[in-house]
């Protein structure tokens, strides 16, 4: 949370409040006399805004590209040696004993860091990048490297078993329903094996079988730019059915705990080191390395169902991880995925 931005909304909103109390002092809302137009004009006079609101659309997409964005710069900003560049340098040293001589942008699809720092000794060192825009002078040592940032592991569901679960359940009430299939012009659909495949299993970008292609097309022309998830203007919300329906079981539990933490321990295995941001590249910045964090160990797991389905699972020494199961590229669609943050 943003302490000093909810501060001064707070306030803000208290003025706004108290300046429309004494405007419309016994006024009744929605009459002629209080009217929608009637406290904009107070509030904005005669001004008229010469744009629309720009609204977000994926945020993990814009967190990703954003990251991107910014492990670039700093790479540049320590190859080039500006002066931000050398604090970054001189700071690693101190922290880590070490000298940087160059570094190289990594994050490919079976790279789980950010960062390849090669080392004036002939090390190298895989660095996880970890950044939020709300600027921090002063980052706190003591908590995790990634608090405030994106998941730190986002991958295909199909590594783990317990997703097929639920997309059996999905496929069982969504796919196989002859009235579903009518209503979007859609063939007889696959067996589901076939099914997972074409869709959910795609790891990135659209569907590749022809009925989810055929779905995501003929969806879309009746509800353009719309997923399966419902909301304003689309249809309706598909996962809630699966959702309700949706249930596991202690031994189900059991291997999901277990395939998260051979997951988990993986990834933070290809982490050295870790380099929380704060800020943005055009603007205030501040940074702080962090040692290498060592995996824990997990206890258990509660499932919490959300719009999507969340997992909350629990380490020996109280804090926990979240698991997140969705849709990655238009629910319904393709690229069904397990995040963890």
């Given at each position: 949370m943003d302490i000093q931005f909810n501060t001064n909304v707070y306030h803000f909103t208290d003025e706004v409040i108290t300046s429309?109390?004494?405007?419309?002092?016994?006024?009744?809302?929605?009459?002629d006399d209080m009217t929608k137009e009637n406290v904009m004009n107070e509030l904005f006079g005669d001004f008229k805004p010469t744009g629309k609101l720009i609204k977000g659309g994926d945020g993990r997409k814009t967190a990703k590209k954003d990251e991107d964005i910014r492990v670039s710069w700093i790479c540049k900003q320590i190859n080039t040696g500006t002066e931000l560049g050398q604090e970054l340098k001189n700071a690693y040293k101190e922290k880590f004993g070490l000298e940087i001589l160059r570094v190289e942008k990594k994050g490919g699809n079976d790279e789980h860091y950010d960062i390849l720092i090669h080392n004036t000794n002939g090390t190298k060192v895989r660095c996880e990048e970890k950044g939020t825009k709300k600027y921090c002078q002063n980052i706190n040592g003591d908590t995790p490297a990634?608090?405030?940032?994106?998941?730190?592991?986002?991958?295909?569901?199909?590594k783990f078993t317990i997703p097929k679960k639920y997309l059996k359940l999905w496929y069982d009430i969504n796919v196989y329903n002859q009235d579903f299939n009518n209503k979007f012009s859609l063939k007889t659909p696959p067996l589901f094996e076939e099914w997972l495949i074409g869709g959910p299993d795609v790891v990135f970008g659209d569907p590749k079988s022809d009925y989810s292609k055929a779905l995501k097309i003929n969806y879309r022309n009746i509800y353009p730019g719309k997923s399966m998830c419902g909301g304003k203007g689309n249809d309706v919300d598909y996962r809630i059915k699966v959702n309700e329906l949706f249930e596991i079981t202690e031994d189900e539990k059991k291997i999901l705990i277990e395939e998260v933490q051979n997951q988990y321990d993986y990834v933070m295995g290809q982490k050295d080191v870790w380099l929380q941001t704060t800020g943005t590249i055009d603007g205030q910045f501040s940074f702080k390395w962090f040692d290498k964090i060592e995996p824990k160990k997990i206890i258990n797991v509660e499932m919490i169902k959300k719009k999507d389905i969340d997992f909350k699972f629990n380490f020996e020494d109280g804090s926990h991880i979240t698991g997140i199961m969705r849709w990655g590229n238009g629910c319904g669609f393709s690229c069904y995925r397990l995040d963890l943050k």
């Open positions: 429309l109390l004494d405007k419309f002092k016994g006024k009744v809302v929605g009459s990634y608090e405030n940032s994106v998941q730190f592991y986002n991958g295909p569901a199909s």
